[in-house]
């Protein structure tokens, strides 16, 4: 069955179901990008691991964390070319997730990598900080840095109720760019895990999305007329 919703589905942030939700998009975005890689290329799932630290009255509850991220490399010298990775909730309101998240980036780019960063997370804040003060109104953003330009940023803008966008994957700088469409993708990890039958969308939204009253109304909408079909 497919999602109540035309793009990113808010109810995939909870903590028990974004895990299988992040694996299965980084799977179906491998798989994506396949076609679109020469001979030159070669793409490989690799994961950023850590554990964040909760105080509770008088223990520490520790968490380990395994965020799968998708890395293009040159086949004739290994050298990683792009990195595609993927925003958590723990790396948008957790300390330990932030840095591991950003360590990933930074590594990247000291490799002049280019770095496709897909946020489809609406608690916290972004691990990125720059202006977004002239972006159109959005909720989910993919963000294009190339490794020749690490300070310039291509931003793709999404909001709730629109289909996630299709964005250029940038490969060698000798080389054009390919096109993946998000959507597709998101559609695929949805389905491939049967988030339909598995996520109760009678449940209050998960706790630290932040959604306005209308956007809430809206969804709550979708999800009625999915009921009726």
């Known amino acids: 069955m497919p999602s109540p919703f035309p793009g990113m589905d808010p109810f995939l942030e909870a903590a028990s179901v974004w895990p299988a939700f992040h694996q299965n998009l980084a799977a179906a975005l491998y798989h994506a990008v ?3 890689l020469a001979d030159r290329y070669r793409a490989r799932i690799g994961s950023r691991d850590y554990v964040t630290e909760l105080a509770l009255f ?4 520790r968490e380990p ?3 799968p991220y998708v890395e293009i490399r ?3 010298d290994n050298r990683l070319v792009t990195l595609v990775d993927f925003v ?3 790396n948008r309101t957790t300390p330990a997730g932030r840095t591991a998240y950003l360590e990933t980036r930074a590594d990247a780019l000291a490799q002049r990598a ?7 997370v609406t608690q916290g804040k972004p691990p990125l900080e720059f202006d977004r003060s002239q972006l159109p109104e959005h909720h989910f953003t993919v963000t294009v840095t190339r490794g020749t330009a690490p300070h310039k940023h291509q931003v793709y803008a999404a909001v709730l109720s629109k289909r996630l966008p299709p964005f250029k994957l940038p490969l060698a700088a000798d080389d054009r760019d390919t096109v993946i469409d998000l959507q597709v993708s998101f559609a695929r990890a949805y389905d491939a895990a049967d988030f339909a039958r598995k996520v109760d969308y009678t449940a209050p939204m998960p706790p630290g999305v932040t959604l306005s009253a209308e956007d809430r109304k809206w969804l709550a909408d979708q999800i009625d007329r999915a009921k009726r079909k």
Not at 58 to 61: E, P, R
Not at 114 to 120: G, N
């Open 88 to 90: 958590s909730p723990s």
């Open 114 to 120: 280019a770095v496709v960063e897909i946020d489809l």
């Open 65 to 67: 964390h395994a965020e």
């Open 34 to 36: 396949l076609p679109g």
């Open 74 to 76: 040159q086949r004739a």
């Open 58 to 61: 008088t223990s520490v509850l």
